[in-house]
């Protein structure tokens, strides 16, 4: 027996969760094989892209909750045109600025959060110099947490090593963004996201150098979202 | 004629002053005394059963000479509370059934033994868990311990106290007075003493302006300096203290008291320069390491004072190659000569029989040895002047104890024998004395520095490390190396001038882990790791029982 699509049914003999794992699994799957062909196959300009785009530029960090100042920092994309509408992206970034002193949250220093972040654009050319898009995936971020240089300079004198740490995380997020093409190769890119990422285990740690002594507490619900303005240049081919 | 006379009298008068002179030479210089190669017999024993070697003489001198001569007794013997034929006890009731709360009250076989007190026209002053103090006729002691529930009845226990100072700086103190607290506590700290005479004179200069104060035993708050002194230096060590507990006591019941208020007021940290002898086996058991247990069971860091003793202890195993029931201390010598130069002195005989602790009592020793106390007369020899002769019939404690007002001169105490089925050891502490014949400076360490959990402190001097040699050694009686920690003696103070000993010592640790707690998240036991590891290692390598892991160090 055929499935209704004309996909083999190898689950006819499945029951229960298997089988509705597939079936959404084929689904998606048929779904995208449907729709996205849709997409592309509309009458559009022509893409101001090659099939394969890298970036670079720099970007404001602007952390949500109270634990996380502004911040700046750096990144770099890049792109493969599977469609002239739809693009798979691979981001990573890096982002410094300063921690928030408070007294059962952190003791104040630098953080540096890199989210690498792979996903998808879906957007369409407005004349043959533009694309606008909206982007979306997961973001795995790694977060360092320096203490404040003098305070751990104090501790150090006394036999102390502070640590303050961020558990790493997956996370989702959305992005709005657009390209121009200022040459045959080269664009302007200019894009804002936001990572989804509220709730995420945080802990600090006292260690005596002498006797390895550890004094550990956790800094619960730290939210290591927030919100990116990137902008830069790329070179597409 | 005349000047015959007159030359007479001269020559008498110069022999008079070299007689004169020999004997106040013989009775002050610190030469010891002869001895005889042999004790004679003891006077016979008369005292009755479950009652402390001295009070028992005292009841009997009540009863067969009369108040006067009791009073006499009392007054000679540093019974101090001697009041209209009164004195403070501390009765021991009957209970077999284990504690369980750490905030302890009272055992419900109290109750009926309080009633008997009562009756017997004596008052009530304090209770806690198995220990009823209270203060009773003297002629009615006796018949107080013929009820059932009564177990022993004893003389309080009486606690002995073992000026910026200069070991602030020595232990790298100040160099945290001005770190940020890293998720920092406002931090408790109390002293637990006898007195507080002067505190309220250095508040908010030599103490914090916010003293919480509590008299567990008022008569002695304003007389006893020594608590003022201690809460000098663990204010010294940290300044940044707001308040401070200033909590006194006189025995041992009102010492049980005392901690409960502690644990219940949430302090940190107990500063503890006091120590106690004949109040436990030595092996880390009895009702005042239990007091320290509870403590520290309810997160308190106990610092006590390893005590001033090591040059007024001697310990060993009972010998008697002669068999006339003497100690011998030594071959030949029966008994332990010691100078008293302050015309007070205590003898504390105990020996290692006191059977298993319950957590609130002793089974009692039926192993009865007894403490005499003898006086050197250059015309006389040795003349035997006191004793503690209580029976060990099974229920008492494995002490003796004999506190006298004597003279200036030469002493000596004998052990004997009175009744035993087995060879013991024998552990003896002279307070007030000097120049002891035979010194055993190792396990001179006093109660409850002894007990597992309070951190046992000794003392270096502040200028150069060196063990104080009356500074307490390890083991306890079950072989635990102490003290834990040495720390600064000798240093200045409002109080004393000068303050020396395991006394002044104690408050530098006890402040220095209450400085380690208000600028860090360690708990207690972490910081008492912490101070430990960092300690500066002096003597033999490693932890001894001289200086414990070495000298406080809060730098590395």
């Not at chain 1, 099939?51 to 994309?77: E, H, K, Q, Y």
């Not at chain 2, 009540?62 to 001569?69: E, K, V």
Request: aromatic share 10%.
């Amino acid at each position: 027996m055929k499935h209704m699509f004309g996909l083999p049914t190898r689950s006819t003999r499945r029951r229960g969760r298997s089988a509705s794992r597939w079936f959404w699994r084929h689904w998606t799957l048929l779904a995208a094989l449907t729709v996205l062909p849709a997409l592309t196959a509309e009458a559009q300009p022509k893409t101001p892209m090659g099939r394969v785009t890298i970036g670079i530029g720099g970007l404001a960090g602007f952390p949500a909750g109270d634990d996380f100042g502004t911040g700046v920092g750096v990144n770099a994309w890049f792109a493969f045109r599977v469609t002239s509408a739809l693009l798979l992206e691979l981001n990573a970034s890096w982002t410094t600025g300063t921690v928030e002193s408070r007294p059962t949250r952190f003791s104040g220093g630098r953080y540096r959060f890199i989210p690498v972040q792979a996903g998808l654009r879906l957007g369409r050319s407005l004349g043959d110099r533009t694309f606008a898009y909206a982007a979306g995936g997961g973001a795995y971020t790694v977060h360092r947490i320096t203490v404040d240089e003098s305070l751990r300079a104090t501790w150090e004198s006394l036999g102390f090593e502070i640590r303050e740490e961020v558990d790493h995380v997956l996370r989702p997020y959305v992005g709005l963004g657009g390209l121009y093409r200022v040459s045959r190769h080269f664009l302007l890119s200019l894009d804002a996201r936001l990572v989804i990422g509220g709730g995420t285990p945080g802990r600090w740690t006292l260690r005596d150098r002498t006797t390895q002594t550890t004094a550990s507490g956790s800094i619960p619900d730290v939210s290591t979202g927030g919100f990116t303005l990137r902008g830069g240049f790329a070179y597409t081919f | 004629m005349q000047g015959e006379s007159s030359l007479v009298r001269r020559i008498l008068g110069v022999l008079t002053g070299l007689a004169l002179l020999a004997v106040t030479v013989q009775s002050q210089a610190p030469v010891p005394p002869g001895e005889p190669a042999s004790l004679p017999a003891p006077p016979p024993k008369d005292v009755p059963a479950k009652m402390d070697g001295v009070l028992g003489q005292l009841w009997t001198v009540y009863r067969t000479q009369g108040p006067t001569a009791a009073q006499e007794f009392a007054n000679r013997h540093m019974i101090d509370d001697w009041k209209d034929g009164t004195i403070r006890v501390v009765v021991e009731v009957e209970d077999a059934s284990p504690t369980s709360s750490d905030v302890q009250s009272l055992s419900p076989a109290v109750e009926p033994v309080v009633r008997r007190i009562e009756a017997l026209g004596g008052t009530v002053e304090a209770a806690h868990d198995v220990r009823i103090q209270g203060r009773v006729r003297v002629d009615t002691l006796e018949e107080l311990t013929r009820h059932p529930s009564v177990r022993f009845v004893r003389r309080p226990g009486r606690p002995f106290p073992l000026v910026v100072s200069e070991g602030v700086g020595r232990v790298g103190a100040p160099r945290w007075w001005n770190v940020t607290p890293y998720r920092g506590q406002s931090v408790r700290v109390a002293v637990l003493d006898l007195g507080f005479r002067g505190a309220d004179r250095l508040r908010g200069v030599e103490l914090p302006n916010d003293l919480i104060t509590r008299a567990f035993d008022p008569t002695w708050w304003n007389v006893e300096p020594h608590g003022t002194a201690c809460a000098e230096i663990v204010y010294d060590m940290n300044p940044g203290l707001d308040r401070m507990w200033l909590v006194n006591f006189g025995t041992d019941v009102e010492h049980s008291l005392a901690v409960d208020y502690l644990i219940g007021q949430k302090v940190h940290v107990i500063s503890y320069s006091i120590g106690w002898v004949n109040m436990g086996a030595g092996d880390g058991t009895g009702p005042i390491d239990e007091d320290v247990k509870r403590a520290v069971r309810s997160g308190i860091a106990w610092v006590a004072a390893a005590g001033n003793e090591a040059q007024s202890h001697w310990e060993g195993p009972y010998s008697d190659p002669n068999g006339n029931r003497w100690h011998n201390f030594a071959p030949n010598s029966e008994i332990l000569e010691f100078y008293s130069p302050t015309r007070v002195f205590c003898a504390f005989l105990n020996w290692d029989d006191w059977g298993p602790w319950n957590g609130r009592s002793y089974r009692g020793s039926d192993q009865d040895y007894d403490l005499y106390v003898w006086a050197w007369d250059p015309w006389y020899g040795w003349r035997l002047i006191a004793w503690s002769i209580g029976p060990q019939t099974g229920s008492e404690w494995p002490t003796e104890a004999v506190c006298l007002r004597a003279w200036r001169g030469w002493f000596g105490v004998s052990v004997h024998r009175y009744w035993a089925y087995r060879s013991v050891k024998l552990e003896l502490f002279l307070w007030g004395a000097t120049d002891l014949e035979h010194v055993v400076p190792e396990g001179s360490v006093l109660i409850p520095a002894d007990a597992r959990e309070a951190i046992a402190v000794g003392a270096t001097d502040w200028s150069d490390d060196t063990l104080h040699d009356y500074s307490s050694r390890g083991p306890t009686n079950d072989g635990r190396t102490k003290p834990d920690l040495t720390a600064p003696s000798g240093v200045s103070s409002a109080t004393y001038g000068r303050f020396f000993g395991t006394s002044a010592a104690t408050p530098h640790v006890a402040g220095a882990i209450s400085l380690v707690l208000a600028k860090t998240p360690y708990t207690p036991d972490q910081i008492r790791a912490i101070l430990e590891g960092r300690a500066l290692d002096l003597g033999p390598r490693g932890p001894d029982n001289l200086y414990g892991r070495g000298r406080l160090r809060l730098t590395p």
